[in-house]
């Protein structure tokens, strides 16, 4: 699975969209690009994930790039409790499950 | 909730004894998984369940940890004659079916601290 590279930490004011970048520039055309987060104490949180084209859900949308090389997550009105680690993963498209492989994420902070 | 289970939440061992950390999938997902968690560290695999079947254990860190899924729905973690390194947050994560383009679902992990 590619490699992902995000910044350690990131703020933002409550009310806010929350925009979380992520680079996967060694990412293939069969990988997949998921994001979850995880909130102190409690396991990791799936938000969305995307292989070409943008997606949006009820709690994110996920912008990738035409050159799929990056992403970036918009949390659209940030509250309080979407303080956590954000983690980005490239995922290999196989038939077969596959793990996932956690980097270390974005700490990010809303701030009242 | 219909979400995964994970039981003990919170797990202490002296060190040498065996411990066991069970998980409860979510219903009908197929394929399970477990995770270890250092403090201050994303979560690292461990090893993956398709049904009944373990499909691969290669993150087992020594062969003190065994996992187990007998019947294809609830699954065991077990590590024997416990060490201090093994002091984590084991999580525990099911999906749907095989496949890269399902999502997993976690739960909140046992606290396992080893004295």
């Known amino acids: 699975d590619a490699k992902t590279t995000q910044p350690p930490s990131m703020d933002c004011a409550e009310g806010r969209a929350a925009n979380l970048p992520c680079n996967h520039s060694t990412i293939s055309g069969n990988e997949y690009v998921y994001w979850y987060r995880q909130i102190h104490s409690q396991g990791p949180q799936y938000i969305i994930h995307?292989?070409?084209n943008n997606e949006t859900n009820e709690m994110a949308s996920l912008i990738i790039t035409e050159d799929r090389k990056s992403s970036t997550l918009i949390l659209p009105h940030a509250t309080l409790r979407d303080t956590a680690v954000y983690y980005c993963i490239v995922r290999a498209n196989s038939g077969s499950a596959r793990q996932l492989t956690f980097g270390s994420g974005t700490q990010l902070t809303v701030l009242p | 909730g219909a979400g995964v289970s994970q039981s003990p939440r919170y797990k202490v061992a002296k060190r040498g004894q065996d411990v066991a950390l069970r998980c409860d999938p979510i219903s009908g997902h197929v394929s399970l998984f477990w995770y270890q968690q250092a403090l201050g560290q994303g979560p690292e695999f461990l090893t993956y369940f398709q049904n009944e079947a373990q499909l691969d254990k290669s993150g087992l860190p020594s062969d003190r940890f065994f996992a187990e899924r007998p019947e294809g729905s609830v699954s065991t973690l077990k590590i024997q004659r416990t060490q201090q390194e093994d002091s984590a947050v084991y999580l525990c994560?099911?999906?749907?079916?095989?496949?890269?383009?399902?999502?997993?679902?976690f739960g909140d992990g046992t606290r396992l601290s080893i004295l």
């Open positions: 995307g292989l070409k």
């Open positions: 994560a099911s999906s749907l079916r095989g496949g890269s383009n399902q999502p997993q679902h």
